[in-house]
């Protein structure tokens, strides 16, 4: 049976402050995510989904093997898509045409992403992902669920989850969702959609 690991971060802990401060990144990544790749390790014990990659155990299982594999994927996806804060950050390439392409315009597409985000119900992430022919679209998605459910390619993700904000911003989702735009490193978006 392959063991998944915790992933590690790009970054030091505190490189994404005052945007995320360590103390946040600590529980999210050390803890959050660390309980899930031992829950899912657990899982998988004896269990025909044993030496699958990640992505297909998260199209091919249900229930506590799904969340747990789901949350892994998303936030692998999620702290690996970040980099130091930068004033005016910008996506470049492909995935900068794309976006002005599908929405009009950088800025309303950061509008739409932070509306989907502010208004999901509950827990859950919204994406930013590419459909077969590559055109762009904004996904709501609940709990641990990924847009490859959907048949789509995941490029950007925010997560909703009270754990990923309270500590810097509590009840305050809106103004996290605004604030993460200074850490999206585009490099790895426009990576994830030139696949």
């Known amino acids: 049976m392959k063991k998944f690991e915790l992933m590690a971060l790009p970054y030091s802990e505190n490189a994404l402050e005052p945007v995320i401060s360590k103390e946040t990144i600590g529980f999210h990544h050390g ?8 829950n ?6 004896g269990s025909p989904l044993a030496d699958l990659s990640l992505e297909e155990i998260v199209l091919k299982s249900e229930g506590g093997m799904l969340n747990n594999a789901g949350q892994i994927l998303n936030h692998e996806m999620y702290f690996a898509q970040f980099a130091a804060p930068q004033e005016n ?16 315009s950088f800025e309303a597409f950061k509008d739409e ?6 208004t999901l119900f509950g827990s859950g992430w919204v994406w930013l992902s590419a459909d077969k022919d590559g055109k762009l679209v904004i996904t709501q998605e609940t709990n641990a669920a990924n847009p490859i459910q959907r048949g789509l390619k995941p490029l950007l993700t925010f997560d909703v989850w009270e754990h ?13 969702l605004a604030a ?3 850490i999206v490193n585009w490099e790895v978006i426009e990576k994830r959609y030139s696949l």
């Open 31 to 38: 803890k959050h995510l660390l309980t899930y790749v031992n």
């Open 40 to 45: 899912l390790n657990g899982l998988l014990e």
């Open 89 to 104: 950050n910008a996506p470049v390439g492909k995935v900068a045409e794309a976006i002005v392409r599908d929405f009009g």
């Open 113 to 118: 992403f932070q509306k989907k985000g502010a």
């Open 164 to 176: 990923a904000y309270y500590l810097d911003y509590q009840n305050r989702r809106p103004d996290h």
């Open 180 to 182: 993460l735009w200074q």
